[in-house]
């Protein structure tokens, strides 16, 4: 009874029920507000507050330097000797093997060109290169793509921080949704050679130096590395890609090969490759192809029936002449080059920074390195040992009779 009898005083003065339940609410904030305070001086005893003020302090010296320096989208343009590097791409955690990027990243952090923490985690950057360059190979004309600080002379204070065998030659402001990679249109390396390479078979390359190139040579060179332009299937010129595969097919629009030149008493040659992509050690193979096909261990047949489903021998040049040269934009320059905001992705005034740099620290690298260590001569006495003729099945078979012709030489031993 008593409670139904508050019920029914609640429905005549409804306006108690009101002030009762507003009174509840206002006590209720008021506890939760005392716990709040309770709390933040407990967490100012323990230094948890501090922390949090301290990180807020931080943040906001970061925005002071950004509004100072803002950080913006742009590309590098890099040129750098490989010799001694593992290739372009960095390896986090292997110290041992250095690469170029590795290089550039520190010469980043120690010109204050992007923030400390960014070192070990290159996406924070946005960075991307066009093209990852093997062990030893060089670079005339790479393009690199990242967020920076614009910071004054930042070209000139990169640069301080780096072995005089690699240098940013050029910096350009991009959109920022831009990828050096995705938005490359063509690759251009050329590769710088021994004429040796191109001598019969049964030359005495103890006189390397002295072999010079005839000219209906020269003119077979050329013949055979324009049979590459156009779409193939090139699964024959890497590892562990089946003739099924369709990344396998590349487009090839230029091969052709320089006149050649003397270096001190040797003469050289430079073959010049511009394709849309490049798969590893394509071109590489490529090149072999045709030395083997010159120096008669090959038919010429060799290269088309490499496009083909069946496995085919093909031999891998040394990496030491190879140099990418520049890479291009076509499209990206088509869209936003005259937009009034971007730069057209072209080295113009660079083309003489370029040119200097490869004189004074690619081809005397490779002249030199070629001449202490033999690299090519050492390769082409590998050459007889690969079968040009002979399918997938037929060398297995050969390999087998090989070994069991090895194994019965050790058992008679």
């Known amino acids: 009874?008593?409670?139904?009898?508050?019920?029914?005083?609640?429905?005549?003065?409804?306006?108690?029920?009101?002030?009762?339940?507003?009174?509840?609410?206002?006590?209720?904030?008021?506890?939760?507000?005392?716990?709040?305070?309770?709390?933040?001086?407990?967490?100012?005893?323990?230094?948890?507050?501090?922390?949090?003020?301290?990180?807020?302090?931080?943040?906001?010296?970061?925005?002071?330097?950004?509004?100072?320096?803002?950080?913006?989208?742009?590309?590098?343009?890099?040129?750098?000797?490989?010799?001694?590097?593992?290739?372009?791409?960095?390896?986090?955690?292997?110290?041992?093997?250095?690469t170029i990027e590795d290089e550039l990243v520190t010469a980043l952090i120690k010109s204050g060109s992007i923030p400390e923490n960014h070192g070990d985690d290159m996406k924070k950057m946005s960075f991307q290169r066009c093209a990852r360059t093997d062990k030893g190979v060089s670079a005339a004309g790479q393009v690199v793509s990242l967020k920076l600080w614009l910071i004054e002379e930042i070209i000139g204070k990169i640069n301080e921080h780096l072995p005089p065998q690699i240098r940013v030659l050029g910096l350009k402001r991009v959109t920022q949704g831009f990828n050096s990679k995705n938005n490359c249109d063509a690759r251009t390396y050329s590769y710088m050679l021994p004429t040796v390479a191109f001598a019969p078979k049964d030359y005495d390359v103890q006189n390397a130096?002295?072999?010079?190139?005839?000219?209906?040579?020269?003119?077979?060179?050329?013949?055979?590395?324009?049979?590459?332009?156009?779409?193939?299937?090139?699964?024959?010129?890497?590892?562990?890609?089946?003739?099924?595969?369709?990344?396998?097919?590349?487009?090839?629009?230029?091969?052709?090969?320089?006149?050649?030149?003397?270096?001190?008493?040797?003469q050289f040659a430079v073959i010049t490759v511009r394709g849309q992509s490049f798969m590893m050690h394509q071109i590489r193979k490529m090149i072999g192809l045709v030395i083997a096909v010159v120096k008669g261990y090959a038919k010429e047949g060799v290269v088309e029936r490499s496009w083909g489903q069946e496995k085919v021998d093909v031999p891998k040049?040394?990496?030491?002449?190879?140099?990418?040269?520049?890479?291009?934009?076509?499209?990206?320059?088509?869209?936003?080059?005259?937009?009034?905001?971007?730069?057209?992705?072209?080295?113009?005034?660079?083309?003489?920074?370029?040119?200097?740099?490869?004189?004074?620290?690619?081809?005397?690298?490779?002249?030199?390195?070629?001449?202490?260590?033999?690299?090519?001569?050492?390769?082409?006495?590998?050459?007889p040992i690969h079968d040009f003729e002979a399918s997938a099945a037929e060398r297995n078979v050969n390999k087998d009779q090989k070994k069991e012709n090895e194994d019965t030489g050790n058992q008679s031993d």
Request: aromatic share 8%.
């Open 209 to 266: 130096a002295a072999f010079r190139l005839e000219p209906e040579t020269y003119q077979k060179v050329n013949s055979l590395c324009t049979v590459y332009k156009g779409t193939h299937n090139f699964h024959n010129f890497t590892s562990q890609k089946s003739p099924q595969d369709p990344s396998a097919r590349r487009y090839i629009m230029e091969m052709s090969c320089g006149e050649p030149f003397l270096c001190g008493d040797a």
């Open 1 to 98: 009874m008593l409670r139904v009898g508050a019920v029914l005083r609640a429905f005549v003065h409804p306006e108690r029920l009101a002030s009762s339940r507003a009174g509840c609410l206002c006590r209720a904030r008021c506890t939760i507000k005392g716990e709040m305070t309770s709390k933040r001086a407990n967490e100012d005893d323990t230094g948890e507050d501090v922390q949090v003020t301290k990180k807020l302090k931080s943040v906001g010296e970061n925005t002071e330097d950004e509004k100072k320096y803002p950080k913006k989208k742009v590309v590098l343009l890099m040129a750098y000797s490989g010799k001694g590097y593992y290739g372009m791409q960095r390896n986090p955690g292997s110290d041992q093997f250095r």
């Open 317 to 383: 040049a040394p990496g030491l002449g190879l140099v990418l040269e520049r890479v291009h934009f076509d499209r990206y320059n088509k869209r936003f080059g005259g937009d009034g905001l971007h730069e057209r992705l072209e080295w113009q005034k660079e083309e003489a920074a370029i040119k200097a740099f490869k004189e004074a620290h690619i081809y005397p690298s490779i002249v030199e390195t070629e001449r202490q260590e033999g690299s090519m001569i050492s390769w082409m006495a590998t050459l």
